[in-house]
């Protein structure tokens, strides 16, 4: 029987091998995914365990915290904190950057994480998952501040997510394609279980909340309403529609069978480019789906090649399958 590669020796190769990551790199994704196992056993105690309900607080975006928001971001801070491989952290969860603790040696990285995505979902027994992305912190850069995390998406090393569904799994890439890790709880390891993912380039199948369909702009009002005039209308054929509430829920969906996500800007907050986070959510995401072979863009320009303005900052997001993620650019363009 082939022995399984757990994602211990999955990166020891990519590191031996390819050199595509470093030996801290290494460390720091062992880590997350140690933390990721740790906020899996809480989110499974439920109702057995003090988990449940709201914290009491509110996070720097003004939304109300959930006790399992504030227990993940703390299992990520206290686990990622003394090894090393960290110069400083930012969460969703934070107002302001973390630098590492003087204590502990200073990392060449910098980890961003929405600790726990799709939190409306926590209570109701929903999938949920954990988001992050890897930076690296600039050279000469002396005392880390919210500037260094101010990156294009394109220059992240490394992105993931662990999706608490059915399965726990931790999907990872590092530039050279994306792999899937499910978690096995008897050995208490991430086994590897799908390599070199692919999207499929089209789809019938999209992901939005239809409930602000009035407030959307033309270009995407046109596209939902082309996808339900179905077989009789322009795209010919008749399209399915998911909403789980919850990125990770969706974005792992469309990396395993194809699909298209929109988060759009919409007219109830003109100001605000769209709900979704720039550098902890829609960067890994559109990281991870440009490695599958899939596209991810605000509608004006690839999300990659967005330069962050500041750390908590929003975009627009539409991504998936290449063919559909292109069709909504032409028809931006066009709008415009
Ligand atoms: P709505 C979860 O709160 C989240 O940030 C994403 O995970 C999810 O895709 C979106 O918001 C859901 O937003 O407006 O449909 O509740």
């Known amino acids: ?10 990166l020891v190769e990519k590191e031996r091998g390819q050199g595509a990551i470093t030996a801290q790199l290494r460390l720091l994704i062992e880590v997350v995914a140690r933390a990721c196992k740790r906020i899996s056993l809480a989110v499974n105690k439920g109702a057995l365990g003090d988990v449940l309900g709201a914290a009491g607080s509110d996070n720097v975006q003004g939304e109300a915290q959930k006790k399992l928001d504030l ?24 107002d302001t950057v973390f630098p590492v603790s003087e204590r502990y040696p200073r990392g060449e990285y910098l980890l961003l994480f929405d600790p726990l995505d799709g939190s409306s979902n926590i209570d109701v027994d929903v999938t949920i998952g954990t988001i992050f992305s890897v930076l690296q912190l600039p050279e000469n850069a002396g005392e880390v501040r919210e500037e260094h995390f101010l990156q294009a998406g394109a220059r992240q090393v490394a992105a993931g997510y662990c999706v608490y569904g059915p399965q726990t799994q931790l999907v990872l890439t590092v530039g050279q394609g994306v792999a ?11 086994v590897l279980t799908q390599n070199n993912v692919q999207i499929p380039p089209s789809t019938s199948e999209f992901s939005i909340n239809m409930s602000n369909l009035r407030h959307w702009a033309p270009p995407v009002k046109r596209y939902i309403d082309e996808c339900l005039q179905g077989k009789d209308g322009p795209r010919g054929r008749d399209f399915n529609m998911r909403w789980v509430g919850s990125m990770v829920a969706d974005v792992h969906r469309i990396l395993m069978r194809g699909g298209v996500f929109l988060y759009p800007w919409d007219q109830r907050e003109p100001n605000k480019p769209g709900k979704l986070r720039l550098l902890y959510e829609a960067n890994p995401m559109s990281f991870l789906v440009e490695q599958a072979g899939g ?6 320009q690839r999300i990659l090649d967005i330069t962050p303005t500041s750390l908590h900052e929003r975009c627009s997001v539409i991504l998936g399958s290449r063919e559909e993620v292109e069709l909504l650019q032409r028809y931006h363009a066009e709008s415009a």
């Open 180 to 190: 899937v890790f499910t978690l096995d709880r008897e050995q208490g390891s991430f």
């Open 295 to 300: 596209a991810a863009t605000n509608g004006k």
């Open 71 to 94: 227990i993940a971001n703390d299992v990520l801070l206290e686990a990622n904190e003394w090894g090393g491989h960290l110069a400083a952290m930012a969460s969703e969860e934070m």
């Open 1 to 10: 029987m082939t022995p399984s590669v757990n994602l211990t020796r999955y």
